[in-house]
């Protein structure tokens, strides 16, 4: 008897999402989603309780079962797609933490990559790894764990340690901690990963000081890859795709071909697109990583990190009380013709690409005595575009790629106004698809293919449909203007903290 639903479950920043896909409807037809405790211990600092997170992805995902009155008998298999970078050290034996994740946005380990930096190292990482060096990636935050938690260097030394990515946490934990493995789109995050030999290096984690008996094995994104165990779920159900997040989102949203793009608005703006079997290296402060490995095809792919975007229209909400809910920026920032002027830089943890300036902090200038609150708001909305502009401009130069169009998804996608400013400012056509839980999708997709639910990634692309197009309508005058204005505010932020 064939079976009918999959489960994909979407670990993000903010919260922990499981989704109930049925095969035959070709439907997302149940979702659960729980928020987790933000964790910020100091100043540029962030963490998440792994304990926390994998309870709330757990009780999700039979939330969603239950809900819908699925038997687990008629599950296929389980997709994961995660936030990336972030990373958890816990004890072989006893499968406890021995400290918090350290959250990709976390600046903790600027000081680290300053000395990896003048130890030469950066363009041997950027060759080996295909990343800049920044606190962003999981390496320096795995050493600074090691260095800092009590008895973690000599236990590490003992072959006690494991670490991982929230795949690995997940998978470890669903497997009742039987199976450490991560996936080639997670490892390659990890500054620690050759995305051309498709192995750990040796030499940069003997640079980062992190013993080799430490790191999972490395998976496919798509294929079994291991099976739950039935004390911990209540079934053995495959787990047959995983993905970092980001990439999860370049599948689901079919960007099969090369040239093909997607920018996921969600708590940052992840900009990816499709360059092919050959990790072109980015001469443009973007970085290279792993699109997908299925079986022998491996994809790369150029990456844009924003790391604030829907982040920023938490801040104005929850910190400075302009708004009550997301949605409402829209309404209030379609109140003013413009921003008045006003621009707002959101490098609340620094900024990422193309800038990686780990000591940048936001910034609100152009301020008069005129400027309301709906120019704020409107500013806070433009400079999630205006940041998107910056990276899509130098992955045009990299690439070579004209871009005609980008697909997007992820909680701020559904602004309206933030789609046309962005088609605006790009100068191309935006295409918002009718399902924008594209990262949750992907993941689907990655663990259909991995159990033969679909033969090959052809049969997928018929499932993407258009909700709506933004088509560009602003004068270049007028963009030229905004753009020569956002950089000038830009540059003000940069260097704010002191190295
Ligand atoms: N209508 C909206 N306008 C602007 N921002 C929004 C809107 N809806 C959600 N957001 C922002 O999008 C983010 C949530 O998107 P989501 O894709 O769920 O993020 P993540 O996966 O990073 O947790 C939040 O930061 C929220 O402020
Ligand atoms: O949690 P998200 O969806 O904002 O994604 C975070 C990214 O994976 C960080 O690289």
Same mark, same amino acid.
């Given at each position: 008897m064939s079976k009918?639903?999959?489960?994909?479950?979407?670990?993000?920043?903010?919260?922990?999402? *499981?989704?109930?896909?049925?095969?035959?409807?070709?439907a997302i037809i149940g979702m659960k989603n729980k928020p987790f405790t933000q964790i910020y211990p100091n100043s540029g600092w962030v963490e998440h309780d792994p304990e926390e997170i994998w309870e709330g992805q757990l009780e999700v995902m039979k939330a969603v079962i239950e809900e819908?009155?699925?038997?687990?008998?008629?599950?296929v298999s389980i997709g994961i797609a995660n936030q990336r970078e972030t990373v958890v050290v816990w004890d072989r034996i006893t499968g406890k933490p021995i400290y918090n994740a350290?959250?990709?946005?976390?600046?903790? $380990? *600027?000081?680290?990559?300053?000395?990896?930096?003048?130890? &030469?190292?950066?363009?041997?990482?950027?060759?080996?790894? &295909?990343?800049?060096?920044? *606190?962003y990636f999981s390496g320096t935050k795995i050493q600074w764990i090691l260095d800092n938690v009590e008895g973690a260097r000599e236990k590490a030394q003992r072959n006690e340690l494991m670490v991982g990515t929230i795949d690995s946490w997940l998978i470890w934990n669903l497997t009742g901690g039987k199976?450490?493995?991560?996936?080639? $789109?997670?490892?390659?995050? $990890? =500054?620690?990963?050759n995305i051309k030999k498709l192995k750990w290096d040796e030499e940069l984690l003997e640079h980062m000081n992190i013993p080799m008996s430490m790191m999972p094995s490395v998976v496919p994104s798509s294929g079994r890859i291991a099976v739950t165990d039935k004390y911990v779920v209540g079934c053995e159900i495959p787990i047959s795709g995983v993905a970092g997040d980001q990439q999860a989102s370049l599948f689901g949203q079919t960007c099969f071909?090369?040239?093909?793009?997607?920018? $996921?608005?969600?708590? &940052?703006?992840?900009?990816? =697109?499709?360059? &092919?079997?050959?990790?072109?290296?980015?001469?443009n402060n973007l970085i290279t990583t792993i699109g997908w490995v299925i079986g022998n095809e491996v994809k790369y792919a150029l990456e844009g990190s924003v790391f604030n975007a829907g982040s920023t229209i938490q801040w104005i909400r929850d910190e400075l009380g302009l708004i009550k809910t997301s949605e409402e920026s829209r309404i209030e920032a379609e109140k003013v013709n413009d921003t008045n002027g006003v621009y707002l830089v959101p490098a609340f943890t620094g900024l990422g690409a193309p800038y990686w300036d780990m000591y940048a902090r936001g910034a609100i200038l152009g301020i008069t005595r005129g400027t309301r609150r709906e120019h704020l708001i409107r500013a806070a909305l433009e400079s999630i575009a205006y940041q998107s502009m910056?990276?899509?401009?130098? =992955?045009k130069l990299d690439s070579g790629i004209e871009l005609k169009e980008l697909k997007v998804d992820g909680g701020a996608s559904a602004n309206d106004f933030l789609m046309q400013f962005q088609?605006? =400012?790009?100068?191309?056509?935006?295409?918002?698809?009718?399902?924008?839980?594209?990262?949750?999708?992907?993941?689907?997709y990655l663990a259909g293919l991995g159990e033969g639910i679909w033969k090959s990634k052809d049969e997928l692309i018929r499932s993407w449909s258009l909700d709506r197009t933004f088509a560009p309508r602003m004068t270049k005058r007028e963009r030229d203007d905004k753009s020569k204005g956002w950089k000038k505010a830009v540059a003000k932020s940069l260097a704010w903290e002191e190295a």
């Open positions: 009918n639903y999959i489960i994909s479950l979407d670990q993000g920043t903010t919260s922990s999402r *499981a989704i109930l896909y049925d095969i035959n409807k070709k819908a009155g699925v038997s687990y008998d008629d599950i350290i959250v990709w946005q976390c600046r903790r $380990t *600027a000081d680290i990559c300053e000395t990896l930096k003048k130890e &030469g190292l950066e363009d041997v990482i950027k060759e080996k790894t &295909g990343l800049v060096v920044d *606190a199976i450490h493995v991560t996936d080639y $789109t997670n490892a390659s995050r $990890t =500054m620690l990963f071909d090369v040239g093909c793009a997607k920018n $996921t608005y969600g708590t &940052g703006c992840f900009i990816l =697109m499709n360059i &092919g079997d050959k990790p072109i290296s980015s001469k910056d990276v899509l401009e130098l =992955m088609a605006d =400012m790009l100068n191309i056509n935006i295409k918002r698809p009718t399902i924008t839980e594209t990262t949750a999708l992907g993941a689907v």
